[in-house]
């Protein structure tokens, strides 16, 4: 039997150690971590862990919103770490072992797991929110461009389009810049053909 434990930060920029050390802790043999969202289920450490699953194995969770922010997503992983005979932990969720097969588990995993759903829902809402403000007040402009009339690679590219010698579609195949953000950035320099 080998312990994997799992671990999800949200962002590169965010340490796990501190999970980690608490599924260390706790008997981890293996932990596989994921600096990304828990939105999605295309985690390439959780597939990979998925994969690597024996029978008698036992998944171990700092906490169940680590593992996943939707309902359904935590049933399908639920159920296919039990296909693979296997099983799952919380260390925050002492109620959560899927080897008690008790409805009173399967009921909290259902609320706890919609419980996730909802903070990352409410997140999702707050940010939406707090753009729509930013925007009125003029602080928000969105994303920047990645490509701007002073990167190097931009000028030849606005120079080769205000010759007019080359079709659009050579000179953005031939400096890398999609058709759009050159007609954009022509047009922000006021280049017309």
């Known amino acids: ?7 999800r930060v949200s962002s590169v920029d965010q340490n796990p150690q501190r999970q980690e050390q608490a ?26 862990m998925l994969d690597d699953l024996q029978p008698g194995d036992e998944v171990l969770i700092k906490e169940l919103s680590r593992f996943s922010r939707s309902t359904v997503d935590t049933f399908d992983l639920v159920e296919e770490i039990r296909a693979k005979g296997a099983s799952l932990k919380s260390l925050a969720e002492p109620w959560l072992d899927t080897r008690d097969d008790s409805p009173q588990s399967q009921f909290l995993l259902t609320v706890f797991s919609a419980l996730a759903e909802l ?30 009339k002073n990167n190097p690679r931009v000028r030849v590219a606005l120079e080769e389009y205000a010759k007019g010698e080359r079709s659009v579609r050579e000179i953005a ?4 810049i999609s058709r759009s953000s050159l007609y954009r950035l022509a047009k922000e320099e006021g280049i017309t053909r």
């Open 1 to 7: 039997m080998t312990i994997r434990g799992y671990i």
């Open 23 to 48: 599924l260390k802790e706790m008997g981890a043999d293996i932990v596989y971590v994921d600096k990304m969202s828990g939105g999605t289920r295309q985690r390439p450490q959780l597939a990979q």
């Open 119 to 148: 903070e990352r829902g409410m997140i999702r809402q707050r940010q939406k929110e707090g753009i729509a403000i930013a925007k009125k007040e003029g602080k928000y402009k969105g994303r920047p461009p990645k490509l701007t």
């Open 173 to 176: 195949q031939l400096y890398s």
